[in-house]
């Protein structure tokens, strides 16, 4: 079974459209994240979720919108999609205790396209 | 969280050990070393952390100097499966913000 699991693997959208990427994870881990890799390979944190609580929003535009129905699953919707959208963006989680918080479980990355 | 400085790019020689250095001068006494590996198209990979004393696990070593101001990741020896960007992070326990450098892009040749 994929610890982190997220779907689409790939996606290619026009301008404009609004998308969803969707992200569960089995670990019983308490905390979920969504990172962006654009094209220059850096990789990025964008939202991070505690126990279904927003925790870190790193100003994001607010066309990108999180939600978290349980601990186990992190969803991502992009309304109004734009060409700088284009990039993979990872769902990731990770353990519950102080330590082990660090040690972070990452999906295999949803692909974006914007054309 | 403190930063940290790596080379861009290293080579090793398939089945030698490949040695990847991490500067992280300005770290407190309660930040942890970290490392993540990400292989081409996939998600990054967790390797393996430390505080203070050196650790080793089935894929890698790590060494943390006395005064914990560098470290050395140790892939024993490495295949072409190896070749990856490697992240040195240090981060204090119980945050939720883990920021992932540039790395270090190892290329692992036959």
């Known amino acids: 079974d994929t610890a982190v699991s997220q779907t689409p693997k790939y996606l290619v959208t026009q301008m404009g459209n609004d998308k969803s990427i969707k992200c569960e994870q089995n670990?019983?881990?308490?905390?979920m994240y969504w990172y962006k890799q654009d094209s220059k390979k850096f990789l990025k944190i964008m939202f991070s979720?505690?126990?279904?609580?927003?925790?870190i929003n790193e100003t994001v535009p607010n066309r990108f919108s999180p939600k978290s129905p349980d601990k186990a699953h992190l969803n991502l919707h992009i309304n109004s999609l734009e060409l700088g959208d284009s990039a993979v963006y990872f769902c990731?989680?990770?353990?519950?205790?102080?330590?082990?918080?660090?040690?972070?479980?990452f999906g295999e990355g949803s692909w974006l396209t914007v054309v | 969280d403190a930063k940290t400085t790596q080379p861009p790019s290293m080579d090793c020689a398939e089945g030698r050990a490949a040695n990847l250095p991490c500067n992280h001068s300005?770290?407190?006494?309660?930040?942890?070393v970290y490392w993540y590996r990400q292989i081409h198209s996939q998600g990054p990979q967790y390797i393996i952390h430390?505080?203070?004393n050196n650790e080793t696990n089935e894929m890698a070593s790590l060494i943390i100097t006395e005064d914990r101001k560098s470290s050395t990741l140790i892939l024993p020896h490495a295949t072409l499966r190896d070749t990856a960007v490697y992240y040195c992070?240090?981060?204090?326990?119980?945050?939720?913000?883990?920021?992932f450098g540039a790395g270090t892009r190892l290329f692992v040749k036959a």
């Open positions: 992070i240090v981060r204090v326990a119980g945050g939720f913000k883990t920021i």
């Open positions: 979720y505690n126990n279904k609580e927003l925790i």
């Open positions: 300005t770290i407190s006494g309660n930040e942890y």
């Open positions: 990731a989680s990770s353990q519950v205790s102080l330590v082990q918080r660090g040690t972070i479980y």
């Open positions: 670990l019983g881990h308490d905390t």
């Open positions: 430390g505080l203070k």
